[in-house]
């Protein structure tokens, strides 16, 4: 069974991640120990929050640099999902402009919507698949998942952009550069094709 | 394009679930794993239980046997969201900070509270600097008052707050809420229908998403719910719980009505 480190930085909904890679046959580990980070096969960034509260917590949990370290310098794959993909921006605009963990190119912003959509953006909402990825192996053209945002990440670069999903206007959805792996919908609560997703995700 | 949700509505007392009507009890359903995993086949869209024990104790050993195992509300919750592949929405009897972090630890991935939100309001807005607006839904139980006035009632619908629910709906969005979760008291368990009045009157006055409850007794209710309540979500409880009715027939009927839904 393959080791995978879900980050618990305080930012909720951690068990729900760990009982779905326990049920696609991973071994989930809730840790925020170094050691734990090190040793980890994959790590998976939770998050159900605001950006600075997020940035908040994993500063003062000491996480920020290990967290770069096995990211970038031991490239362990990794997956951030909701606000754990947002963090990995260089900034967020929630509540203030707060510096995130800088690892992918971009911002986080509020999504632009008119007057008739509601914020925050809650339900299951269909995303399209630009281009391919081991991610999204197996899944269709075009899949439904559960969303919870009223904030989106807008990376620099367009190339990182796997899939989107439209509300108002088109925003990134999943993301994959290298190693690292991100999603802003919640593949342990989005039942069949969530859960391929991290499936797919414990083959990379 | 985002999809209407529908959701089943679950009630725990004292660990077990009950179907309730106008907010007073009536019968013992069971144990709430059992019934999870009915809606796991069913596609449902989210699932919401509220704790309305009104007690300290939580029996959660079989009905039918002597032996009861006496549980906390949380280590319920841990149960029921270890099979829970749907997000699952939690509430009843939170007071603090610390017991919504304990509940999202455990397995909810949202919280809902009621009587707190009304008694201190300011909680609403700590709630959702907190943990994230979107993980904060905040239930309005309304009644029609001696008056023939819809008014909120707090504490499981036992005490009138003298509340017009517009007023204390937006005041809710304005502290942060995600979501409203809206109950008619009046029409719990009666098979009625839902209160369109009500729901249409809370839809138009937020832009946040409203989850309809409340009187819901044959899959046309739904359709009404969103089509003239303009709801962003239809809840329903007891018209699952007895019968073999299944939620994918109640979205065939809202997807010929053309009601966009996750089928």
Not at chain 2, 189 to 214: F, H, K, Q, W
Request: net charge neutral.
């Amino acid at each position: 069974m393959k080791n995978v480190l879900v980050i618990d930085y305080n930012m909720g909904n951690l068990s729900s991640v760990a009982n779905a890679v326990y049920y696609i046959g991973g071994n989930p580990i809730i840790s925020n120990k170094p050691k734990d980070i090190k040793e980890a096969e994959y790590i998976i960034l939770p998050g159900v929050g605001t950006f600075n509260n997020g940035m908040k917590n994993l500063i003062n949990l000491g996480l920020c640099d290990i967290l770069i370290e096995q990211i970038i310098d031991n490239k362990k794959p990794f997956l951030g999902i909701c606000l754990g993909m947002q963090l990995l921006a260089q900034e967020g605009h929630e509540w203030g402009v707060t510096k995130g963990l800088g690892v992918i190119k971009g911002k986080v912003d509020k999504l632009k919507v008119n007057e008739n959509l509601r914020l925050p953006h809650i339900g299951w909402n269909d995303v399209y698949f630009k281009k391919e990825c081991k991610l999204i192996s197996k899944l269709n053209k075009s899949e439904v998942f559960y969303f919870l945002n009223s904030y989106h990440l807008i990376p620099d670069e367009d190339s990182i952009v796997v899939g989107t999903c439209n509300y108002g206007n088109d925003f990134v959805a999943v993301i994959n550069n290298k190693n690292i792996f991100g999603t802003q919908f919640h593949p342990e609560k989005s039942q069949k094709p969530g859960l391929l997703i991290l499936k797919n995700f414990l083959e990379v | 394009m985002l999809k209407v949700r529908l959701i089943p509505c679950l009630f725990l007392m004292n660990g077990l679930l009950v179907r309730s009507e106008k907010f007073n009890l009536h019968q013992n359903l069971g144990n709430p794993i059992h019934q999870l995993e009915r809606y796991n086949d069913w596609y449902v869209d989210e699932l919401i239980y509220i704790d309305i024990s009104r007690k300290g104790d939580y029996d959660f050993g079989r009905y039918d046997t002597k032996v009861k195992i006496k549980t906390n509300i949380l280590d319920i919750l841990s149960e029921i969201s270890k099979k829970c592949f749907v997000p699952l929405t939690f509430g009843g009897r939170i007071r603090t900070i610390e017991d919504i972090r304990e509940r999202l630890k455990r397995g909810a991935d949202k919280i809902t509270i009621n009587t707190i939100a009304i008694d201190k309001p300011e909680f609403i807005k700590e709630a959702a600097e907190t943990f994230g607006s979107q993980c904060i839904v905040v239930s309005i139980d309304v009644k029609i008052n001696e008056e023939g006035v819809y008014e909120v009632y707090k504490e499981f619908g036992t005490k009138p707050t003298g509340m017009y629910p517009i007023d204390w709906a937006k005041k809710v969005e304005e502290l942060g809420a995600g979501e409203i979760f809206l109950n008619s008291i009046d029409r719990d368990g009666t098979g009625d229908g839902y209160d369109i009045n009500l729901i249409r009157m809370i839809s138009e006055s937020v832009r946040i998403p409203v989850i309809a409850c409340g009187g819901v007794g044959k899959f046309e209710d739904f359709v009404d719910g969103v089509k003239l309540g303009k709801a962003s979500a239809v809840a329903a409880g007891n018209i699952f719980n007895f019968t073999e009715i299944s939620t994918i027939n109640a979205k065939k009927l809202m997807r010929d009505n053309e009601i966009e839904v996750r089928i």
